[in-house]
Each structure stands twice: as C-alpha cells, then as structure tokens.
C-alpha cells in the first residue's frame, strides 16, 4: 500500500512538472496522415476448379485528416474534440486459381468520426491521450481485380485484359461504429507528431460473422492558438 502511495506522488509530481500551455487557453490543430487497418475475422472463401482457398483479412494504408480542438484544462491535461475522415477496411492476398488471376483486392470504409479524448503530458511536449471515438460510414466498397490466362504446350501463357471490378457494400455494414483510441503525441514548435490505435468496440457489419475495425493512425499537425 505505502508503495502504492509512494508511486501515485511520484507520477503526480512529473505530472505536474509537465507544464504546457497556460490554463484555460485553446488552440485549433488541423491534421493530416495516413491509416493502416484491418477487420477481424474478415475473409474471403474461393472455390474454383477443385482449388479451394481462404483469405484472411490483411491491413491496407488509406487517408486519415481532420481537425481538432483541445482546451488546456490545466497545465498537464488538455481535452480535445475533432472531426475526422479515416479510411478504414482491409485487404487480401493475391492468388491464382488455375487460370484465374485475382489481385488487388480490398474494402474500403470510409467513416466521418468525432474523436473526443483527454491529453495527459507526462512530459513537455509528450502527452499520452484516450477517450471515446463515435465513427459513421459513408461508403463502402469491395474492389478487386481479374485477369485469366491459357497455357500452350510450351509452357507460355497468354493474358487477355485485366478486368475492374468495384462494388458498393455500405449495405453489409453498420451505420455507426464506435471505437476508443489509445495513443501518444508530441509537440514541439506547434508541430503536432500524433499516432494512436482505435480499439473497435462495435461490429462493423450487419449480419454473419462479428467483425470489428481495427484502425491504427499516424499524424501530423499545426496547433494553432486561439
């Protein structure tokens, strides 16, 4: 117990130390980075020729952007409301069914989110943040890519035209997705370097299988003062 107490003053001491902005001030931080996610227990079945094949679901980079606005609560804890547009889904791996070249294929989500999360400084500059992430779709698409071949007797193989093909699936996944972000940050000279994980909560689709949306971000800003 007397350790217990002994760490919480520690760690409210550099807590303390930790001073940022002064009390009561806002800023405004707009943002811009990348997404790298993927959906959990995702997959595609192919069954082709007596060839059968599973693929799991992979990670895919996309676009992550918005702003923020953070209110410094006190010397060492800032709270922060945005607006974001992340691009989540995922991808599969390449394959050849015997003829059959599939390739290039993903899903695509698109969602709006409202990241609302308290900044704690641990040190100037570097903060570890948390809180809550309400996201909603508004658009999904399933794209892949076709190409067929024959074989003669050489061996050599002839390709016809590679084939597109993009459908709209925001019907097979749910409206609203709700998510906590853990993750760090760090500033110097107003520049804002930001990466955090969102932890899904909800399952991104409709019917079938529970599958969640697992979005890491990485970032960078300008934090303007008000």
């Not at 390739?103 to 809550?132: C, E, I, M, T, W």
């Not at 992430?133 to 035209?161: I, M």
């Not at 019907?171 to 107003?190: C, K, M, N, Q, T």
């Amino acid at each position: 117990m007397k350790r217990i107490a002994i760490f919480l003053l520690l760690a409210t001491a550099v807590i303390g130390a930790a001073a940022q902005e002064p009390w009561g001030t806002w800023s405004v931080i707009p943002h811009v980075g990348v997404s790298i996610s993927s959906l959990s227990n995702d997959g595609i079945y192919y069954h082709n020729a007596g060839d059968e094949m599973e693929l799991s679901a992979r990670y895919r980079t996309g676009f992550a952007g918005g702003v923020d606005v953070m209110y410094q609560a006190s010397d060492a804890l800032g709270l922060s409301a945005g607006v974001s547009y992340v691009q989540g889904g995922c991808k599969y791996k390449d394959i050849d069914l015997k003829g059959d070249i599939i390739h290039d294929q993903y899903k695509r989500l698109d969602y709006v989110v409202v990241p609302l999360l308290a900044h704690v400084y641990l040190a100037p500059g570097f903060s570890v943040n948390f809180g809550a992430e309400p996201g909603f779709l508004v658009k999904a698409k399933a794209h892949s890519e076709y190409q067929f071949y024959d074989v003669d007797e050489d061996g050599n193989r002839t390709y016809t035209p590679n084939i597109e093909m993009d459908d709209d699936v925001k019907g097979g996944f749910r409206s609203f997705a709700l998510s906590i972000p853990l993750g760090v940050s760090y500033e110097y000279e107003h520049v804002v370097l930001d990466a955090r994980y969102q932890i899904g909560l909800t399952n991104a689709q409709k019917h079938g299988i529970t599958s969640r949306n697992k979005i890491f971000e990485v970032s960078v800003g300008y934090k303007f003062s008000l």
